[in-house]
C-alpha cells in the first residue's frame, strides 16, 4: 500500500515535471525564434505610458499612464460589470425558477417563455440587439430624459448623483450632455441587463430542474403535515434543492464572468479591449494574450475555490 | 469571434516559430516554386481592399498584390488573399503565413522597428480626421470639449485621439467598438457627438453609411500622418527589394505616361526612360532576381498608381476622394517614383 502510493506520486510528479519542462521549452523556443526575426518581446512595454484612454473607467485613467495600469482599469472595468451582474443574475435566475415551478399557469408559462427565448438565442446578439435598442430609444444626450432631480436618462446613459472630482455631484445639463455624478453607459447597461437575463436563464432551469429531482414525498409530506405551498418550498424543498443546485448555479456564475469579455463588440472597455488595443500599439500579441488568460484563469480559479468551500459548508448541513 | 481567430493565429504563429527555421532570402523562390502570392488584405475596407459581391477582391491595396504576382509570376491572378482583422495583421506576416501584409497598415518607427517587419513604400498619405452630424453645430474638432468619440479598435487612431486632445488639453470619452459596423450605428444613432478614423474612411462613411449625408460634416482638421503602405517579413533583404520597386514602378509608370492601355504600344517608344521601363533596352529585371518585362506586367495588370487611385478611390470609385498628397509630386502631391535605372 505504502509502496503504491510513493509510486503514485512519483508519476505525478513526472507528470508535473514533463509538463512544466514542455512549456518552459516552448517560451524559451519562442522568445527564441522571435529575437531571431527581430520581434521585440518580453513585458516591458507594461511600464511604459499606455498612450490612449478608455471612455470609462473606475479606475481614473490619463494617457501618459503606464499600460499595466491601463489593463488594471480594464480589469476593474470587468469586475464592475461582473460583480453586480453575478448578484443581479442570481436573484433574477431564482425568481424565474419559482416561476417555472408555480402552480398559477400563467407564471408558469411566462417563466417558461423567458428561459426559452433567452438561452436559445445567442449572447452575442442579445448584447447587440440590447445595445442598439438602448442606443435607439433613448433620447439625444441634449435633450435627456429627468426620470427624478438629478437622474437623467440619454444616449450617453444614466446620469445619478454621486461623489465626483468636487464631492458630491448632482448631475446638470451642460455642453454635449449632462456633466457630473456618475454615469451608467449604455454600453455597461446593455452588458449588463444581456448577462443578467442570460444567465439568469440558465439558473432558473438548474433551479427548476434541483427541485424537481426530490424525492415527491418530501413536498405531500409537508402539505400534509399542513405547511401552505410557499411554506413547503421554502423550508423544505428549497433548502435541499440548494444542495443540489449550487455547484452548477457557481458555474454558471463563472460563466458570467467569462462572457463579460464579450463587452468590446458593444464598446464597453473592459480588460479584453484593453488586451487588443495595447496589441495593436505595441505588437506584443502573445504577451497580451497571455496576461488575459492568466487573468482570466486566476479569477476562475478563485471563484471555483469559494464556491468549493461553500459547498462543503452546505453539505455539512447549513444553509447556504 | 476575434479572440478566437486572434488567439489561434498567436497559436499559430507560436507553433510556426516553434518548428520552422527563420527564412533568408527565400521568399521569392518559395513563391515562384508555388506560383502563388500569399497576400494579407483587411477584412473590408471599401477602396482599399473589399470583395464585392461576385467575392472578387477590390481595391488600392489588392492591386498592388495583383501588380506584384504579374511581376513576379507573370499572372496577377495568382494570389491567395488572406483577410486578416487589425490584431491578426502583424502575427501573420511575421509567422510567415501572408508573403505581404498590404492591408492600409500606417508605417511608424514602432512598428518599422520593433514587429519583425519592414515596410516597403508608401502607396497612400492618409491622415485622421472627425465626422460630426452638423445639428450639433461644431465645426473644429477643438469644440469637441466632454464629447464621447466613437472610434474603431486596433488602429492607431486610439492613439493619435487620446495625444491630439491631450496637447490640446481637452478632455473626450473614446466609445471604442471591436468591429467598424457597430461602431458607425452606434454613431449614427447618435450615441456618440464624434466618429474618428483616417479621412479616406470619414469620406467613404458619409456619403454610403450616413442615413442623409447632407446632415454630416468631416471636419477640417487632420491630427495624425498616415503614411499607408505594403510591409514584408525582415530577414529576407531580396523580397523587400521587389516589392518596393515593384511599387516605385507603378508610380514611375505615371509620370512617364505608361498606362495599362498603351504599355503594349509603348514598347516601340524612342524614350530611353520608357524603354528601360518596358524592358526593351537593359535589363532591370536581373537585379531583383526576376525577367526583363517585370515592370510592364505590373502595369499591365491593373495600370499605373495613378489609374489604380481613380479606379479605387477616386473619382472613377464611390469614395471620390481628390489626390491631394498621393498627386505626383510635379503636381503638388508626394508620389515621386524612384528613379528605373
Redesign the interface.
Known sequence: MHAKQLSRIAVQALIVLAVAGLLAL?AT??AS??A?????SGFDFLLEPA??????SAIPLD??DSTLLAFAAGLANTLRLALPGAALALGLGVLVGFGRLAEHPLVRGLARAFVNAFRNIPL?LQL?AW??IL??LLP??DAALRLAPGVFLS??GLALPWWGEAGFEIPEP????I?GGARL???YLAMLIGLVIYTAAYIAEILRAAVEALPPGQRLAALAMGMTPRQTFRLVLLPQAWRAALPPVTSQLLNLFKNA?LA????Y?DL??VA??S?????R??EC?SIVIAVYLLLSLAGAAVSHRLERHVLRGGVA | MFRIRTLAAATAALLATFVTPAHAGKTLDAIKAKGQLACGVSTGVIGFSAADSQGQWRGLDVDVCRALAAAVLGDPNKVRWVPLNSQQRFTAIQSGEVDILSRNTTWSLTRDAGLGLHFTAVTYYDGQGFLVAKKSKVTSAKQLKNAEICVQSGTTTERNLADWFRAQGIKVKPVVFEKFEPSIKAFFSGRCQAYTTDASALAFIRTKEAPNPDDYLVLPEIISKEPLGPAVRRGDDEWFAVVKWVVQALVEAEELGITQAKVDALKASPDPAIQRFLGVGEDLGKSLGLDREWAARAVKAGGNYGELFERNVGAGSPLKLPRGLNAQWNKGGLMYGLPLR
Open positions: 516552448l523556443t519562442t525564434h522571435l531571431q526575426r527581430g520581434i521585440r498612450g490612449f484612454t478608455l471612455g470609462e494617457a501618459g452575442l447587440l445595445y442598439f442606443t435607439d439625444a444626450s444616449k450617453s451642460a455642453g454635449f450632455g456633466d453607459t449604455p454600453e469579455s468590446v463588440a458593444i464598446g472597455p479584453v479591449s487588443g488595443t496589441l495593436n500599439q505595441t505588437g500579441a502573445i494574450l
